[in-house]
């Protein structure tokens, strides 16, 4: 099937769905123009200042959850125009050095403060910034500190992110071979695009042939399973490119890809350069018609060739082949315990937030007095609570009600029913005595489907209609 002949048969599939009507409800923020990734709740916005005291005190006492492990590299070969994550480029091996010794005290001060010899975790994402610009000998570094801290016994997948320069040649297949012997069993690539003028736009350093490259080493060093990143909505990007990518992607040795739609505003500490290109060149950008149309395209061009929808965004040839990182925190909501500049935390019921400057020194700070480097959190409320095992589960994939309310104390109907009514009416949810989920047309809005069981006072966007709370005003 010709490129042509894809766009019309998900503008086709856009119809069916009716998606204008949403639109006209008023539903979605910006008229489907603005956009919010639900990727955790409460916000981080919403966190305020707070120390580790809250985060550990009376560890004991609190009801326990299964643990996964997070660690933040933040070294990049280059700044990508579209990322908000902290990072630092181009840095010397004695600052990439520095910082490991600093990381490396901070899994001891959690370590000690949880009073374990190592952290359980059930599943492990090292993310970036750029985890694999560390060279052979950092990398064993790395791992050999991480997997003394860390119990990876009963650990079911370990994930490591990675841009394809940094995997290239003898030293990236040595790095490869290292990470492959320290139990690393999934590789998370930053591709975005598979056009060189895109790429090249986005301040990338690789290029498509450097993708391909990557894929192919990550293969020799024996790692079997290997996910992508696309972004789709970029400026200057065409309907037409975006479906030639999708038809790369499905064609490639990998076994999953998660599809980003641009995000032009910060979710941290720090704003992207993207939002300066917009401000200069709105024209550029894709509008909300042709942004539906690619996200339509991306779900269609993977359903026909075996990439099933696993997780929403997420398409995988087989469900556990996804990253079990965010299915075992958005499905089931585990705990967890993250390390480094930027990195967050969810122990017992209370969030944390670590230093977010780019200024490592502001991180080192707090760690060379003795604590986790944690400097804004929020213990969770009742309402949080019962808000998170709602949005969570049903943004990526199906609420029980059964354990809805062995979580809460609640049913879910009590909890939240005048809104499932009103978005059943829209045809966005539907239910049965067992589980709640989003309808293929409430998939298709997930986020914003997500965040109208936010608490009013966390909307990202207040202006947009809101489905009645029952609660008396
Ligand atoms: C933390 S990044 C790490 C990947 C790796 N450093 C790389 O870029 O090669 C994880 C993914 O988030 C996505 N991402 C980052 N910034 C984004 C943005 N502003 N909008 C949409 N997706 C974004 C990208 O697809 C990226 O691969
Ligand atoms: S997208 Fe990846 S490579 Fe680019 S700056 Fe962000 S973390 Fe670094």
Redesign the pocket.
């Known amino acids: 099937m010709d490129t042509s002949n894809w766009i019309a048969e998900a503008r086709e599939g856009l119809r069916e769905l009716a998606t204008d009507d949403i639109r006209e409800s008023g539903l979605l923020p910006g008229d489907g123009n603005k956009f919010f990734p639900v990727i955790g709740y409460p916000p981080l916005t919403m966190f305020r200042d707070m120390d580790q005291g809250p985060l550990f005190e009376n560890l004991d006492l609190r009801p326990a959850s299964p643990t996964i492990a997070y660690a933040h590299i933040p070294f ?1 070969p280059s700044r ?1 125009t ?4 902290i ?1 630092k480029t181009k840095s010397k091996a004695d600052a990439v050095d520095e910082y490991l010794d600093h990381l490396a005290q901070e899994m001891a001060l959690y370590r000690s403060n949880m009073g374990v010899d190592a952290i359980p975790a059930r599943s492990v994402l090292i ?4 985890p694999t610009y560390l060279d052979p000998k950092q990398m064993e570094r790395f791992l050999r500190d991480f997997t003394r801290h860390f119990d990876l016994s009963a650990c079911s997948q370990f994930s490591m ?4 320069t940094t995997l290239l040649g003898r030293e990236g297949l040595e790095k490869l071979r290292i990470m492959k012997d320290y139990g690393v069993d999934r590789i ?5 695009s598979f056009d060189d003028d895109v790429l090249g736009a986005m301040g ?1 350093t690789h290029s498509n042939a450097d993708t391909l490259e990557s894929i192919r080493q990550m293969r020799r060093a024996g790692i079997d399973n290997i996910a992508i ?3 789709y909505a970029y400026p200057n990007q065409t309907v037409e490119q975006w479906v030639e990518g999708m038809l790369t992607a499905v064609s490639l040795d990998i076994e999953s890809y ?1 599809l ?5 505003r910060q979710h941290g500490d720090r704003q ?1 350069n ?1 939002l300066q290109v917009q401000q200069k060149k709105p024209d550029r950008f894709p509008k909300a018609d042709e942004i539906q149309l690619m996200k339509y395209l991306g779900i269609m061009i993977s359903e026909r060739h075996g990439f099933d929808e696993h997780q929403t965004r997420i398409f995988a040839r087989q469900a556990d082949d996804i990253s079990h990182y965010l299915r075992d925190w958005c499905c089931d909501l585990t705990d967890v315990t993250g390390v480094g500049v930027s990195a967050w935390s969810n122990l017992r019921g209370v969030f944390s937030l670590n230093e977010g400057d780019a200024d490592l020194e502001n991180y080192y700070r707090h760690i060379r007095e003795g604590r986790v480097s944690v400097n804004r959190g929020k213990i969770r409320s009742a309402d949080d609570e019962r808000r998170r095992c709602f949005i969570l589960p049903l943004k990526n994939t199906r609420v029980s009600k059964r354990v809805f309310s062995e979580r809460t104390g609640e049913q879910v109907e009590a909890a939240f029913g005048p809104q499932m009514a009103w978005l059943e009416g829209l045809g966005l949810l539907a239910q049965d005595a067992e589980h709640v989920w989003l309808t293929r047309r409430g998939r298709f809005f997930a986020d914003e489907v997500a965040t109208q069981f936010f608490d009013p006072n966390y909307l990202p966007f207040p202006e947009v209609v809101r489905a009645p709370d029952g609660l008396p005003a």
């Open positions: 990049c990508c579209f990322c908000h994550w990072t993310g970036g910034g750029t992110e990675a841009e394809p998370s690539l930053g591709v975005q990338r990143d696309l972004i998660q980003y739609r641009l995000r032009i992207g993207i």
